[in-house]
């Protein structure tokens, strides 16, 4: 049996619309951001090819793959990850929960 350490960190921050860079501390293996309405659920995996794994909450609770230009996804750094410009994951005025997997 192996034995793997795994410690998990939530937070929040508002959505401005514009790129932004939010802080963990650390670099994430994974992130998941919700928006607050529960509009949206985004999932993305460092290392991931495409530029965002993001999957949509639509109206009947069923999830969809999407996948975001350059500039709208997440990106995950060595500090935690940076949000594009994408409504569903930073629409200006919108509250965001997020939840890191290191």
Known sequence: MVK???????????????????NCGTRPSAVRIIRQDRKYLMEHFDGEITTLGMMALGASDNYR????????????TDTG??????????????????????
Do not use: L, P
Not at 12 to 18: I, K, P
Not at 90 to 99: A, K, L, M
């Open 65 to 76: 793959k999407c996948e975001a230009t350059n500039g709208e996804g997440i990106t995950i």
């Open 4 to 22: 793997v350490d795994i410690t998990a960190s939530t937070g929040s921050y508002v959505g401005n619309g514009t790129e932004q860079s939010i």
């Open 81 to 102: 990850f940076d949000v594009g410009i994408s409504a569903m994951i930073n629409e200006d005025g919108h509250t965001y929960r997020w939840e890191g997997v290191f």
